[in-house]
């Protein structure tokens, strides 16, 4: 189980490759950028489950709400990290 | 315990310094417990080219990549839809690149401890 | 825990440095033991000439605060500062230069590696 990390929206091609070679156990964070993926139901562009940051969402002008993946605080994120052995990032 | 690690360069050896730092920063990890290994997506692919020149613009060349590989040995792994794409036809020997399609991206991140985009 | 945060890209320019700030002050008051490695044009980071307008935040006074109130650990890639004309009078205090070594170490000894380069 890896953790992904995403910093990049869907137009950069690392990002989509990052997202598109994640494993059903992985779990991916959205951060920076990245958290654009989060407009869109993310069963459409991967299999793991994803997070994003809520305070690069919200500072890009979006309402919580509009989250498709559950938003995390950085005590949470850290969480996220402390749970996940591998890393591609 | 040994320790896998995959470090990946995008952006093209000429008019970036991610693939020279990509080989520089693995040659660096021999003096630890790590097995480190390259691999070079989209542009990147262009390293591997006989052909790729730096110093043709006056930039870093990869020259010293070539002999630190003899040396070391690190593995190096390109994607062949990547060489089609930018047209790669003659490889430069002392890479020695093993090559990778698209489809088995997934397996192969996944068998590294750390994967390290640069 | 052990964990490494590294980062290649410079501050101000891009929110890689706050990125990793934001995850480092998290950790620590965790009660994780955390290092910033700054590798390529982040070592820009420690500089503590910067002089950011008033409405901006100052990325070498964070990281120094945090190094001397929380027990962050900052290591900077030497021949990284020497590229970019950064020598050691004009770091923040208790930054330490390194390397490769240092960082290939805190790869091994890292319970977690996070790379915020792509």
Not at chain 1, 74 to 88: A, M, S, T
């Amino acid at each position: 189980m890896a953790l992904i990390l995403v910093k990049y929206g869907p137009s950069h091609p690392v990002a989509k490759l990052k997202l598109e070679t994640a494993k059903e156990e992985d779990r991916v964070l959205l951060i920076q950028n990245g958290v654009y993926w989060a407009l869109e139901d993310p069963s459409k562009y991967t299999k793991a489950r994803v997070y994003a940051t809520k305070g690069d969402f919200v500072a890009r002008g979006y309402g919580e709400e509009e989250s498709k993946v559950p938003l995390l605080d950085y005590p949470e994120v850290v969480d996220l990290i402390v749970e996940n052995e591998k890393f591609i990032g | 315990m040994e320790k896998k690690v995959l470090f990946v360069a995008y952006q093209s050896p000429v008019g970036s310094v991610w693939p020279n730092e990509v080989f520089r920063t693995a040659f660096g990890m021999y003096g630890e417990d790590i097995e480190p290994a390259v691999l070079f997506l989209d542009e990147a692919c262009v390293t591997v080219s006989k052909n790729t020149k730096p110093e043709l613009l006056g930039l870093f060349p990869l020259t010293t990549c070539h002999r630190l590989i003899k040396r070391y040995g690190t593995p190096v792994y390109v994607v062949k839809e990547d060489l089609e794409r930018y047209n790669v036809k003659e490889m430069e020997e002392i890479f020695n690149p093993q090559i990778l399609s698209r489809v088995e991206l997934s397996d192969f991140l996944h068998q590294f401890d750390l994967v390290i985009f640069m | 825990m052990k964990i490494t945060i590294q980062v290649m890209v410079p501050p101000y320019s891009y929110e890689d440095l706050d990125t990793a700030i934001k995850i480092a002050e998290a950790a620590l008051d965790k009660g994780h033991e955390v290092t910033i490695f700054l590798f390529s044009d982040s070592v820009l980071a420690v500089n503590k000439l910067v002089k950011p307008v008033k409405a901006d935040r100052n990325i070498p006074e964070k990281l120094s605060q945090l190094i001397k109130e929380k027990g962050l650990r900052v290591e900077i890639c030497g021949i990284c500062m020497d590229y970019r004309g950064v020598n050691t009078d004009m770091i923040i205090e208790g930054s330490n230069p390194s390397g490769l070594p240092e960082l290939a170490e805190l790869i091994y000894t890292s319970d977690r590696f996070i790379n915020l380069m792509a």
